[in-house]
C-alpha cells in the first residue's frame, strides 16, 4: 500500500459547485497534515493546515479522521480559478528526520 | 521577497552531458530539498539537506549528486545525464521546526535526449 493516495481525477465540476477529495494515509502514526495546490506548470504552495477539529479557510475546509486515516479537502462555492492540481502532505511520526511525503495530487477543472 | 530561487529554468542535454542546477533561498531555512516531478508519480526526494555541509539520500538518488557549501544554496548535479532523468525538478527550503511547510522554487524543466 502506498503512504499516500489520492484519486488522480480529474474532477470536472460547473462554477458554483460543491466538490471534495480525500486522501488516505497508511502510517497510522503519522502527525500532521497539510494540503497544497499546484497551478499547471507551477510550483506546489501551501493551502492549509489539517487539524484534528477540522478547520476552514473562506471556502476551503479540511478535516482529518485519524480511525479511517484520511483527510478530506471541501470547496464551497467553486471559481474558475480553483483549477489546479491539491495534493495532500503528510509529515511522519516525531523523532529524527523522515522524509514529507506527497500525494501524487487531484486534478480539480472548474468549467463556466 | 525572492523566496526560492531556482537556475537555470528550462535546459536540453544530449545523454551523457552534465550540468548543474542551482537554488539559492534567502529565508534563512536550515533545509533545503531538491524533488523530481514525473507525470503519475508525484514529488519524489532526491537528495536534502538540513544544514550547511550535510547532505543525505531521498528516495531517488541514483545519478545525483548534491552540495550546499553555504547555508543559502543548495546545487544538484547531473554528472552524465540519461534520457530517464527528463523532468521537472523543483527545489525547496523550510525551517527545521516546520519542515511540512515548504517553499518551493519555480522549477527547472529538463530534456535529456
Request: glycine share 8%; charged share 20%; net charge positive.
Amino acid at each position: 500500500r502506498k503512504e499516500v493516495e489520492q484519486d488522480p481525477g480529474p474532477f470536472n465540476v460547473p462554477e458554483g459547485a460543491t466538490v471534495a477529495f480525500n486522501c488516505t494515509y497508511s502510517n497510522s502514526a503519522s502527525q500532521s497534515f497539510f494540503w497544497y495546490r499546484q497551478d499547471c506548470r507551477k510550483e506546489p504552495k501551501l493551502l492549509m493546515s489539517v487539524y484534528s477539529s477540522g478547520n476552514e479557510d473562506g471556502r476551503f475546509t479540511a478535516q482529518l479522521n485519524r480511525a479511517s486515516q484520511y483527510i478530506s479537502l471541501l470547496i464551497r462555492d467553486s471559481k474558475l480559478s480553483d483549477s489546479a492540481t491539491y495534493l495532500c502532505v503528510v509529515n511522519p511520526p516525531a523523532g529524527g528526520y523522515q522524509k514529507v511525503t506527497f500525494g501524487t495530487g487531484t486534478k480539480l477543472q472548474v468549467i463556466p | 521577497n525572492a523566496g526560492v530561487t531556482q537556475t537555470p529554468k528550462f535546459r536540453v542535454l544530449k545523454t551523457g552531458q552534465s550540468m548543474t542546477l542551482l537554488c539559492a533561498q534567502d529565508m534563512n531555512h536550515e533545509y533545503m530539498y531538491w524533488y523530481r516531478q514525473d507525470p503519475g508519480m508525484g514529488l519524489r526526494l532526491i537528495h536534502y539537506s538540513v544544514g550547511e555541509g550535510t547532505t543525505a539520500k531521498g528516495e531517488v538518488p541514483d545519478g545525483y549528486n548534491v552540495s550546499r557549501l553555504k547555508k543559502q544554496n543548495f546545487l544538484l548535479g547531473l554528472e552524465s545525464a540519461a534520457p530517464s532523468q527528463t523532468s521537472v525538478y523543483f527545489c525547496a527550503s523550510s525551517y527545521v521546526r516546520a519542515k511540512n511547510i515548504q517553499y518551493f522554487g519555480a522549477g527547472t524543466r529538463l530534456s535529456v535526449l
